[in-house]
């Protein structure tokens, strides 16, 4: 199956920008269509960003459109997260999913271990 390892968290001020990254090993990531989540304190995980397969389709929750930018590059088997202009509500720990499929949907078998991103005000 494949394994996946984010980074890239840390603080930023609301009006910064910061990148995730989430390598995959373990089996052909060009396979995959990708998803980020979150997970604030005391909330349930929720959908962020997704991509497909080729890289050609995008989604994003409302929240985050256009200052979001989900992208990935098969060759170096990495999906990235841009975060620009976040706000102090983006606060959370991020995880990237995979799912073995053109489209990313359902619900995604493999998740990685997740990367803080704290947003201070």
């Known amino acids: 199956q494949v394994q996946l390892v984010e980074s890239g968290g840390g603080l930023v001020q609301a009006g910064g920008s910061l990148r995730l990254s989430c390598a995959a090993s373990?089996?052909?990531?060009?396979?995959?269509?990708m998803g980020w989540f979150r997970q604030a304190p005391g909330k349930e995980r929720e959908f962020v960003a997704k991509?497909?397969?080729?890289?050609?389709?995008?989604r994003y929750t409302d929240s985050v459109k256009g200052r979001f930018t989900i992208s990935r590059d098969n060759a170096k088997n990495t999906v990235f997260l841009q975060m620009n202009s976040p706000k102090p509500d983006a606060t959370a720990v991020y995880y990237c999913?995979?799912?073995?499929?053109?489209?990313?949907?359902?619900?995604?078998?493999?998740w990685g271990q997740g990367t803080q991103v704290t947003v201070s005000s």
């Open positions: 999913a995979a799912v073995e499929s053109i489209v990313f949907a359902g619900i995604p078998r493999h």
């Open positions: 373990g089996r052909t990531f060009s396979n995959y269509a």
């Open positions: 991509i497909s397969q080729s890289g050609t389709s995008t």
